[in-house]
């Protein structure tokens, strides 16, 4: 069969033009010849610019490092810095105040608070978690985690412990109790509960009874009133259902049979194409468009071995109860799925122009997600993702409002391409790059009629401060870049300047990772501070990290602290544009250094390796401490850049980087030796393309386009799958 072919010598890889022609178009009945000349006269219009904006990178980064160079040994005057970087447009004038218009916004993002997800789109057993991770059982999270310190006869490590299971009811109640409080007595001692009316009613065994203290939090129900399966309460917008189950596993135990409490957990979930996937040519590209093609269908199926089980995972359905007037009341089964293309640099092998050129990635991602994303807005029934007829495209990793405004301007022709209402094509814009934070405002003016989210990516962001300013002097090690000014100035000011531009009530304030999978206890500590930032959602690795990171959203009111936000002195540009450097008066003992370098070598090599090897990319990787680390190609920018920096000013050696990339192979190799099918670094010495590029990322470093690790982890990548 011949395929359409656009006509102005455009080449489309037969692969890709198959899974378009074969998989997407008859779905659409859209007509091949005109999609393929529309494309391709969309990547003929827009390649130069997007080309353009990536030489304005490299000319202002030229710039800046000869400021620096020009200025070496001398302390940094922030004053003339500022002026220098106003001069050469790197920071632009900020216009008068505005509000953003964004229309269609589906409730998780525009009104509600609660976690964000993100997950790997190219592993679709992941994905469908995340899909349903919408919902989490509360449970499960308690017992697996170490929110309850596994020690003193609460271990996890011999089958099911009734001790561990008794500790997680009581806090699990004791939740129940902290949220949604009896008007007398606690959850702990209820031996049943109805529905009265409009109420809840908790008996006791003394035969005593109590409503809530906030009888509205009752919302709805399933089963009979008086013997309910499950009652359905509802505190700051976000759900929480007990189910019950006098012969359930745990409801047979309970006093009130309640046998879980689920917690409404991702609100929102970023599907991700971008930082956690290596997807490196045609081939890689068409298995990431293809989950998101059975995840906006509602088709996806996984099927995998479990616990010695065959199972197939699929997305959940909606949920369904009856309200207190006896009205249907359903609710989303799924977490609101949102998008993340590629950002602008790359080019992917998927078509070549007239010219013979790759053409860029985000150019097709923008295309062929929105054209599939667009088959969810053609339903009025089953599995839908929006109901408001958006898309939602996360665009990571724009450099200023220029960039921004490109973004809409692709948007813009995909729309009209696509035959799609302006606007339906919604972004979220990372705001993780330093020329983004500094002109924050004027990106989000480029985006006013279709921004969904400002999110504080803070990996690339550091990864970017340390690019930026890489002539200016050795940074800090890591640990300490993140306790500086900069950091909280930029956390600060994203939010502060997210409510002056009316985003509550339209598109979300977003904070970034928690980077440790399974220190759950300590992101519990540590993640309440997202909410009470006044950020409306923040990101977590896991669907079990949703549901946990869910319940800093019950005790914190982010909206109500908008106010206080709007009240306080804003965040200052100079704490902004002051570079976490080792000040003069500070001297690294050997043996921080050692550390350092050490363990940045063991995260780089540990997630190098399975990436460049396996094409996996996202992993956990132990730390020098043994703490699980996720990393994915931001944390990697962290490491790489920030070893190119102390080795470019001499607070290590290359000789100590070769020999701790020696040693520290060898712990990966030990990591990894249970992985069937790994080659080991230290043994396949100079063949390993993995350890060849982990050089390559450090030792070329500086002369990385902003820092960026794909596209040496790409070139290392296609030559392990050709061979
Ligand atoms: C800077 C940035 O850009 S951050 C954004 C990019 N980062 C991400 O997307 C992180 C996504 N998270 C992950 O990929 C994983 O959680 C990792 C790699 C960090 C850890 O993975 P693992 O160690 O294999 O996970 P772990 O063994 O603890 O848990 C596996 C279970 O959790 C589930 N799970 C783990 N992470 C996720 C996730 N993000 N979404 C959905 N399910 C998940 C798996 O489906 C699996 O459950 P299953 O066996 O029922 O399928
Ligand atoms: O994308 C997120 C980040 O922190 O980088
Ligand atoms: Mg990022």
Same mark, same amino acid.
């Given at each position: ?278 997807? &490196? ?213 994203? &939010? ?95 043996? &921080? ?22 094409? &996996? ?107």
């Amino acid at each position: 069969m011949t395929m359409p072919q656009p006509k102005n010598n455009s080449v489309i890889q037969p692969d890709f033009s198959r899974f378009i022609n074969e998989e997407v178009l008859p779905l659409h009945k859209m007509d091949a010849n005109q999609f393929w000349q529309d494309f391709s006269q969309l990547i003929e219009d827009l390649s130069p610019i997007n080309r353009q904006l990536l030489a304005k990178r490299d000319s202002l980064q030229q710039q800046i490092d000869d400021w620096h160079l020009a200025r070496k040994g001398q302390p940094m005057d922030i004053n003339e810095y500022e002026a220098f970087l106003r001069e050469i447009g790197y920071l632009v004038e900020e216009g008068e105040d505005f509000t953003i218009t964004t229309t269609n916004v589906d409730d998780e993002i525009a009104k509600l608070a609660g976690p964000q997800l993100v997950v790997p789109v190219k592993n679709a057993r992941f994905a469908l978690n995340a899909a349903n991770a919408r919902w989490g059982s509360l449970y499960d999270a308690f017992y697996g985690t170490d929110v309850i310190a596994k020690n003193n006869g609460l271990e996890t490590n011999k089958g099911y412990n009734p001790a561990r299971g008794e500790a997680v009811i009581k806090k699990a109640k004791a939740f129940l109790d902290e949220v949604f409080p009896l008007e007398n007595g606690s959850h702990q001692d209820v031996s049943s509960y109805v529905v009265y009316y409009h109420h809840l009613l908790a008996f006791f065994e003394d035969g005593s009874q109590s409503g809530l203290k906030q009888a509205c939090q009752l919302v709805a129900v399933n089963g009979q009133r008086s013997e309910p399966e499950a009652i359905l309460l509802r505190n700051h917008g976000l759900h929480v259902e007990i189910q019950f189950d006098r012969n359930g596993v745990n409801g047979a135990k309970d006093k009130a049979n309640i046998n879980d409490i689920l917690v409404e957990s991702a609100l929102s979930t970023i599907i991700d194409c971008e930082d956690s996937v290596a997807a &490196v040519d045609t081939e890689d590209k068409i298995e990431v468009y293809r989950n998101w093609l059975g995840l906006m269908q509602g088709t996806l199926e996984a099927s995998f071995k479990k616990d010695g089980e065959i199972q197939t995972r699929r997305m959940n359905p909606d949920k369904f109860f009856t309200d207190l007037d006896g009205q249907a009341y359903p609710l989303h089964g799924r977490s609101l799925l949102l998008i993340r293309n590629v950002g602008h640099l790359m080019e992917c092998d998927l078509m070549q122009d007239g010219l013979g050129n790759f053409v860029p990635e985000g150019i097709v991602d923008a295309v062929v997600t929105s054209l599939i994303a667009a088959l969810d807005l053609k339903k009025t029934e089953g599995l839908r993702n929006s109901r408001t007829g958006s898309i939602y495209i996360v665009k990571p990793k724009m450099h200023g409002p220029e960039e921004v405004a490109f973004s809409c301007e692709l948007f813009s022709r995909v729309e009209d391409m696509l035959g799609l209402a302006r606007n339906t094509l919604k972004i979220g814009i990372m705001d993780e790059e330093r020329r983004t934070t500094l002109n924050l405002k004027e990106c989000i003016r480029a985006a006013k009629e279709r921004v969904v989210f400002i999110n504080t990516g803070f990996l690339d962001r550091t990864g970017d401060e340390i690019h930026t300013s890489m002539q200016a002097g050795a940074f800090l090690p890591k640990e300490q870049i993140k306790s500086q000014a900069w950091i909280q100035a930029y956390e600060n000011r994203n &939010v502060e300047i997210g409510l002056a531009c009316g985003l509550p009530g339209r598109a979300q304030i977003g904070k970034g990772m928690w980077a440790m999978p399974d220190e759950m206890a300590a992101m519990m500590e540590a993640k309440v501070t997202h909410p009470k930032s006044g950020a409306n959602t923040a990101w977590v690795p896991s669907p079990t990290a949703a549901t946990l990171h869910a319940l800093h959203y019950h005790q914190i009111d982010v909206f109500a602290r908008h106010e206080r936000v709007k009240q306080r002195t804003p965040a200052s540009l100079k704490d902004l544009l002051t570079v976490p450097l080792i000040p003069d008066n500070l001297t690294l003992s050997e043996k &921080v250094i050692e550390r350092e370098v050490d363990n940045n070598i063991q995260g780089l090599l540990g997630y190098v390796v399975r990436w460049v090897e396996d094409g &996996v990319g996202c992993s956990k990787v132990p730390d020098i401490n043994n703490v699980g680390l996720m990393e994915d190609r931001a944390t990697l920018r962290i490491s790489s850049q920030h070893l190119a920096n102390w080795l470019l000013h001499g607070i290590c050696s290359r000789a100590q980087i070769e020999e701790s990339m020696q040693r520290m192979a060898k712990v990966v190799d030990e990591q990894n030796q249970a992985t069937p099918g790994y080659r080991p670094m230290s043994e396949q010495g100079a063949n390993s393309q993995a350890f060849k590029a982990a050089q390559d990322l450090i030792f070329k470093g500086v002369i990385q386009a902003n820092g960026y690790t794909e596209p040496l982890l790409h070139a290392y990548r296609i030559k392990v799958k050709q061979a």
